[in-house]
T-cell receptor
């Protein structure tokens, strides 16, 4: 079934640890995004990639890094997790056209203790 | 600053009609999206409006007034499965998506 796969589904992480959230899509979409969703707030963009080999910073990039070595994969790394990074993380993709909808993965629920 | 306003929560009765409003103040406008998000799940696309007027898609319709910075999502013949959060998002002049916090819709039998 075509779509976006995120892993892990959930994770409890000690502060200071490094963590990579995985995201893979099989729709051959050019654009991919990482959002975090916190209660009472809209989705906030962390990083994005318009095409393989390029990445850009979103609204809340500090403490996070991404890479886009190929079309399908877009991992998000927390170099040294802090409690404020406790959130639900969604990966999304689109064909890159501005009026095209985003396709979201099922999310990763991350708790930093 | 850029801002999207939606009611935090609404309650409606099964079989009825509900209108979820979204007002926005953004730097430019290049379209407005509505997404549905069931609890614990991913957002899924419902509609996209870029011109003024009403777009109908089955039981769901979306309306846009660019001059008023206003949109609404209209859900007819409500079903229990429509219990979800509804997210409004606007594409600004830089084609960045600005998201509202979402409206949690509770459907009662």
């Amino acid at each position: 079934i075509a779509g976006i796969t995120q892993a892990p589904t959930s994770q409890i992480l000690a502060a200071g640890r490094r963590m990579t959230l995985r995201c893979t899509q099989d729709m051959r979409h050019n654009a991919m995004y990482w959002y975090r969703q916190d209660l009472g707030l809209g989705l906030r963009l962390i990083h994005y990639s318009n095409t393989a080999g390029t990445t850009g910073k979103g609204e809340v990039p500090d403490g996070y890094s991404v890479s886009r070595a190929n079309t399908d994969d877009f991992p998000l790394t927390l170099a040294s997790a802090v409690p404020s990074q406790t959130s639900v993380y969604f990966c999304a993709s689109s064909d890159g056209q501005h009026n095209s909808p985003l396709h979201f993965g099922n999310g990763t629920r991350l708790t930093v203790t | 600053g850029q801002n999207i306003d939606q009611p935090t929560e609404m309650t409606a009765t099964e079989g009825a009609i509900v209108q979820i409003n979204c007002t926005y103040q953004t730097s430019g406008f290049n379209g407005l999206f509505w997404y549905q998000q069931h609890a614990g799940e991913a957002p899924t696309f419902l509609s996209y409006n870029v011109l003024d007027g009403l777009e109908e898609k089955g039981r769901f319709s979306s309306f846009l007034s660019r001059s008023k910075g206003y949109s609404y999502l209209l859900l007819k013949e409500l079903q229990m499965k429509d219990s979800a959060s509804y997210l409004c998002a606007v594409l600004d002049s830089n084609y960045q998506l600005i998201w509202g916090a979402g409206t949690k819709l509770i459907i009662k039998p």
